[in-house]
Each structure stands twice: as structure tokens, then as C-alpha cells.
């Protein structure tokens, strides 16, 4: 590989270091109004996304805490559905959208704000003062 060539490559790679982060909607605490089709499968992305439990009730009046961590869409709301760990359980557990009524955000958003560039800049200031750096999720 000739030097041209390697000085491109090394410059592709630190721009792709350096790619901002997506920014993060702050939706603890928010209840979608879920009138039609499209608000139900918006809200479920979102909660999909949250990193926090959500309240679900169900159209059949069963309401339960819960942290969703997949989704598969399909062309209708019975075709759809949600895994998630229900708080006072085990297992995978699932639901079609069609049977959900309402979302509540109401776990604490693990989140929320902490941001990559923040957390990068810590981290250079405590190697740059010498400190021995040990990688390990925040305490809450």
C-alpha cells in the first residue's frame, strides 16, 4: 500500500472515530396519546429504544411493568409484537400490538444524560492526570 493511499485510509478511520453520537429524546415520565395505528407503532419504537421500564396495559385491562428489548413489526398490529422481561419475572414474555392499549415511560431512563463525548473527555482528563483508569458501568 503506498503512502498516499495509507495517510487516506488513516484520515477515513479518525473521522469515523470521532462521529458524533445520536442525541437522546428524554421520554421518562411521557404517556403517548394513542389514537390511530401510527402513534401505537411510533410509541413502540420509542419504548424499544428507552432504556427503561414502561408501564403496558392491555386492552383487556392487565397492566404490568416491563422493559422491552424487541419488536417485531409486520404489516398489521396482530402481526406485530413486543418481547419483554415483566418485572416480576424470569422469562421472555410477549405481546401482539394489537392487545396494547396504553404505554407509560415510567422506569428511570438509564440514558439519560450521559453522553459519549462526555464521558470521553473524563476519561482523557484522568489518564492525562496520571490516574489508573478502570472501565465499569456508573453507579445509580
Given amino acids: 500500500m503506498s503512502a498516499e493511499v495509507l495517510k487516506y485510509t488513516m484520515a477515513q478511520v ?70 419483554y422481561y415483566a418485572a416480576n419475572q424470569d422469562t421472555k414474555q410477549k405481546v401482539s400490538y394489537a392487545e396494547i392499549a396504553r404505554i407509560e415511560f415510567t422506569g428511570k431512563d438509564r440514558a439519560a444524560g450521559k453522553h459519549w463525548e462526555d464521558w470521553v473527555k473524563k476519561y482523557n482528563e484522568k489518564k492525562a492526570a496520571g490516574e489508573t483508569i478502570a472501565l465499569h458501568p456508573d453507579e445509580d
Fill in 14 to 83: 479518525e473521522a469515523l472515530e470521532v462521529v458524533p453520537g445520536s442525541s437522546h429524546e428524554n421520554l421518562e415520565g411521557w404517556i403517548p396519546e394513542l389514537a390511530n395505528e401510527d402513534e401505537l407503532r411510533s410509541a413502540l419504537e420509542k419504548a424499544f429504544d428507552y432504556r427503561g421500564d414502561v408501564t403496558l396495559t392491555l386492552k383487556n385491562g392487565e397492566r404490568f411493568e416491563a422493559y422491552i428489548f424487541n419488536r417485531l413489526t409486520g404489516a398489521t398490529l396482530a402481526d406485530s409484537y413486543v418481547q
